[in-house]
């Protein structure tokens, strides 16, 4: 599949994602965009990975911890929730509070339904750091 097709076909997905784990719609536009021209270089060798979705995601996390580390990027204020999705608005502010990499795991557990071991593996962690951060993030909802 090209570059293009691929990107026309999983936009929406890879929007929806970015937006539940950044909390804010056009951040989540930001962080996809910055991920899609690091993906566009290298969508040679992505393409021929087993789950080059899962590639995107990882670069769309990325993206998003490494944009949150800089300074130049100012606190952004709880939104709405998207209306594709079925939370509720304290949900989606208490999620907004979480610590970015708490945010990400749980985004992944609850969204994508993956699990600890999954986890780890998408994003090159620790299991025991993703149970961790996972439990963390938990308890500060809880």
């Not at 593996?121 to 993703?130: D, K, N, P, S």
Request: aromatic content about 8%.
């Amino acid at each position: 599949m090209e570059f293009e097709e691929f990107v026309a076909a999983r936009m929406p997905a890879l929007l929806r994602f970015a937006t539940v784990v950044t909390g804010d719609p056009e951040y989540a536009t930001e962080v996809v965009l910055a991920a899609l021209v690091k993906a566009g270089r290298h969508w040679r060798g992505i393409r021929r990975m087993p789950g080059p979705e899962d590639q995107l995601k990882r670069l769309i996390i990325a993206e998003y911890l490494s944009w949150r580390r800089r300074k130049a990027v100012r606190a952004l204020p709880p939104t709405e929730p998207p209306a594709d999705e079925d939370l509720d608005a304290e949900l989606w502010t208490a999620l907004a509070g979480l610590a970015p990499r708490q945010r990400v795991v749980l985004a992944l557990r609850f969204f994508e339904l993956l699990g600890p071991d999954e986890i780890a593996e998408l994003l090159g962690w620790r299991e025991a750091e993703v149970r961790t951060l996972g439990a963390r993030g938990m308890a500060a909802l809880r």
